[in-house]
């Protein structure tokens, strides 16, 4: 899905866990996630802790959308 | 570990009021067995149904499949630190019942418990279907959480299959079987010129209806570990899972494994079979990354020369199938690995989620994504309520006339991982 | 009298009527053998005879696909063949097109055996491959007489109803189909590893695929001035799963406005204004069915608009479920996603998957 949204030239960040699937299906900007049934939170944080997770996620998201890339990279 | 393993053939099972084998013939008293069904509390009612090959009969939503086993004059039980106390199996005795199974069915608790059908062009594709299944059909307590429900029938089930299974104690078997696995150093003192082999074996374990125990341990919190093949064969390995249908391995698969059957079929003939390697599947990269570092510092440690990797489920387990493949091959020790395809209805698409050029040696077990019409059956056991949802199910699968369609997903063990079935798919 | 009928079709050119110029003439049927017919006709032999030729300019079957194909289908069906031949194509496009079209719909339609030869860069190769047999040739004309051998051995077979395979009978993979083989799996994975381990050759069920990658979009230049979209292969849907999208090989993507949401609430939350939950049949839906924003962070994309970090978040997300979906179908969904991502003027995209 990466690849059909980014070939019309519309950056795209794919955040996932599992990165090598995503490395594998040809994402270009890659933000690893929490885990596969949570991938943008963490259940055993408290709600506020959790949006702060949430938050820094989606920040390392941004950070990869405004970053010039070349080939594919995993933004840690 | 030497385990003799000896088959009872049951040709036929009967309702009644004792429970007994008699030259070859199954009885069982349905109220004994409700009475051991409801001894959890959480489950409201179960009755009991018996399936024969043949039937015109559907069943679904189907959990777990078991063979009933028992061990004979040997230390333990089967299931061990389950329904049994904790005792290292798999030496000794132990007595199976061929032939049949123990099925457990109800409401589903996820998205994806599967289909069975005793006769016609969805037989084909499950081996349940040359089984007669003694059916537990439960209906759990209102308002039971999932994690509770999937737990109660899965005991149930397993309850039932030990008490059925010890019916079999005192009875000649028709055949007996003997597997041995020596201690390592003394097993490749046995055939020192044949290559050493072994089998990684994954386990899925990606949480709530997705998990596998191991004498009782929840395998998702495993490193990899060692285990002889025998252990196996008398459950220390079971299903507590509901993934697709199609590949997802019942109990009944793991205690029958096909790759041990057939890895001791060439023991000592064409290859020196070590053991086996279980793994699982999670949900945290990092855990894919030490699992897969661990199956293949444990086959190098093992000095094997050549491995077979089984799979369960697909999707992301497709990647923790290709790390063991690849992590394997670069110690230079050959793989095989064993998968299924999500190609499309249409068989044009690409089939796995993750590949790599080292996994040059594949057996599939076909694709999952094919369509197939199930005509209206004379039966029904469980309930239709969930065609439309369950996994490989889609709006619209059940017809008012009683035809399902559905992908081959939803049909219990259509497009096994462990090589259980012939099926398999090539490019057209 | 030869044992089998075969019809061929070519374009105007190969007819010997002309180029580009004669690029849109419509489509004739002849009873004899025309152009590279000559070739075939003599390498298939004795057994198998060109009966007929079917010719059709390159423009004019593109531009009027749908009337004229049924067409060419009913010149070729006059024949009462046992197979059809188009082309080869080699690179040429619109030929390429027409030879799989024509091949393809042969098969379907006539359910006789029907074989083209492309270059693999002809773009008819790709939209056709998984009907029509395809064998691969070089890029011009003047490869032909490679081409002819290497589509003869194939058609022979074919006529002769005998099974055919990709890797042995040189064509591209159509698609792949289920088959009972002789023996079990786990017999079949022991004798190949047997094999591998005594460096026998052996023959892998399924090749691995190589993925082919896309260039990276240049990036956000700035973000507080960025329409942002979300798009989710996780299956998050309005509570209730309205679109019905199936928790497995999912046949469609739903697109859910968030006007005015705040946060994608499950069950952890009281009183929301809208609930939402996952559809997704391949994770424990436990954690999203509590909280959605866990899989598609609105509650904190909305955060970051209100604070003038981001520009604004799109007012509808897009959501799919991947558990089971061929990659055919995603491509698809998001080719159509991306298209309407475009007229809406969004500038990124976040794509979350479980």
């Known amino acids: 899905m990466v690849k059909e949204i980014e070939k019309t030239g519309i950056p795209v960040v794919h955040i996932c866990t599992v990165v090598p699937i995503s490395l594998t299906v040809g994402a270009n900007r890659i933000v690893p996630a929490v885990a596969i049934p949570h991938p943008l939170g963490n259940p055993s944080l408290s709600f506020e802790d959790e949006k702060k997770l949430r938050e820094h996620i989606v920040e390392k998201a941004l950070e990869a959308l405004t970053t010039e890339v070349d080939s594919q990279t995993v933004f840690e | 570990m030497k385990l003799e393993l000896g088959k009872i053939n049951i040709n036929q099972v009967v309702i009644g009021t004792e429970s007994k084998i008699v030259d070859g013939t199954l009885h069982i008293c349905d109220q004994d067995i409700i009475s051991i069904v409801l001894e959890d509390d959480r489950i409201a009612s179960c009755h009991v149904e018996i399936a024969n ?27 061990p630190g389950v329904i049994n106390k904790m005792d290292t199996v798999g030496s000794g005795r132990t007595h199976a019942l061929k032939g049949c199974g123990i099925m457990t069915v109800g409401k589903i608790v996820g998205f994806q418990e599967g289909i069975v059908d005793m006769s016609g062009p969805g037989a084909e594709k499950t081996p349940f279907s040359k089984i007669i299944n003694i059916c537990l059909v439960v209906e759990p307590k209102e308002g039971l959480e999932p994690h509770s429900y999937e737990q109660a029938v899965r005991f149930a089930g397993l309850r039932v299959a030990d008490y059925v299974g010890k019916l079999g104690h005192d009875v000649e078997p028709d055949e007996v079987m003997t597997y041995e696995t020596k201690p390592l150093l003394e097993q490749i003192a046995e055939y020192p010129e044949l290559p050493k082999v072994g089998y990684v074996y994954m386990l899925q374990t990606q949480g709530l209806l997705h998990d596998t125990y191991v004498y009782g341990a929840d395998a998702k919190h495993i490193i990899p570990t060692i285990l002889y093949p025998t252990e196996i064969m008398d459950g220390a390995i079971l299903s507590g899972n ?123 077990g076909g694709n999952a994504n094919e369509v197939i019409e199930l005509p209206a059956m004379d039966k029904l056991i469980g309930q239709l309520d969930y065609v439309d949802v369950i996994a490989g199910g889609f709006d619209g699968s059940l017809r008012e006339d009683g035809t399902i369609e559905v992908e081959i997903q939803a049909i219990t063990g259509a497009t096994n991982e462990l090589g259980f079935n012939h099926m398999s798919a090539k490019g057209n | ?139 011009s004309a003047a490869t032909m007489r490679k081409a002819v051998p290497a589509m003869t051995k194939l058609i022979t077979k074919l006529l002769h109803n005998e099974p055919v395979d990709p890797v042995v009978d040189g064509y591209v993979v159509r698609h792949r189909k289920n088959f009972v083989a002789e023996f079990r799996g786990a017999r079949r994975a022991a004798d190949m590893l047997v094999k591998k381990l005594n460096n026998e050759a052996f023959q892998t069920e399924y090749p691995m695929p190589e993925f082919d990658n896309v260039d990276p979009s240049p990036a956000i230049k700035d973000l507080s001035q960025t329409k942002i979209a979300l798009v989710t292969s996780g299956g998050i849907v309005p509570k209730g799963n309205p679109d019905h999208i199936e928790s497995s090989s999912a046949s469609k993507y739903g697109k859910y406005d968030i006007d005015g949401i705040d946060t994608l609430a499950g069950t952890n939350y009281p009183d929301a204004k809208a609930y939402y939950e996952t559809a997704h049949g391949g994770y424990d839906p436990m954690y999203a069915n509590q909280d959605s924003n866990r899989v598609l962070p609105v509650d904190v994309l909305r955060d970051m608009e209100a604070s003038g970090k981001i520009g604004e978040l799109h007012r509808y997300f897009y959501s799919t479920v991947g558990n089971g979906t061929s990659v055919a179908n995603a491509k698809k969904y998001a080719a159509a996603i991306a298209k309407e991502l475009i007229a809406d003027g969004v500038q990124a995209v976040i794509l979350t998957s479980t």
């Open chain 3, 1 to 139: 009298m030869a044992t089998f009928k075969v019809v061929h079709y070519i374009n105007q050119f190969y007819a010997g009527i002309g180029g580009e110029e004669k690029a849109d003439t419509k489509p004739f049927k002849e009873a004899k053998v025309i152009g590279p017919g000559m070739a075939f006709n003599k390498a298939l032999g004795e057994d198998v005879e060109i009966v007929g030729t079917v010719v059709c300019g390159d423009s004019y079957f593109n531009e009027n696909m749908e009337t004229v194909l049924p067409e060419v289908l009913e010149m070729i069906r006059s024949f009462e063949p046992d197979l059809v031949i188009a082309g080869p194509a080699f690179n040429a496009g619109r030929y390429g097109m027409a030879c799989g079209a024509v091949t393809a719909a042969v098969i379907r339609e006539l359910d006789i055996p029907a074989v083209t030869g492309m270059y693999e860069e002809n773009p008819g190769l790709d939209i056709y491959k998984k009907d029509a047999y395809i064998v691969p040739v070089g890029n």
């Open chain 2, 242 to 364: 509901c993934v697709s249908a199609c590949d997802k391995n019942t109990t009944y698969h793991h205690l029958n494994n096909p790759v041990i059957e057939e890895l001791y079929a060439k023991h000592g003939k064409e290859i020196n079979f070590m053991g086996v390697i279980i793994t699982n599947e999670t949900v945290y990269l990092a855990d894919k990354e030490r699992s897969s570092d661990w199956t293949s510092k444990l086959a190098e440690y093992l000095g094997l020369d050549g491995v077979i990797i089984t799979q369960e489920g697909f999707g992301n387990p497709d990647t923790d199938l290709i790390m063991n493949c690849k992590k394997i091959e670069q110690k230079d020790i050959k793989t095989v690995i064993v998968t299924d395809e999500y190609a499309g209805r249409d068989g044009a698409s690409q089939s796995l989620a993750d590949a790599d050029k080292l996994a040059d040696a594949c057996v599939t």
């Open chain 2, 53 to 79: 090959p043949g039937d015109k009969t559907r069943i679904t939503p189907v959990k777990d499949v078991i063979e009933p086993r028992c061990k004979v004059d040997s230390k333990g039980g089967i299931f």
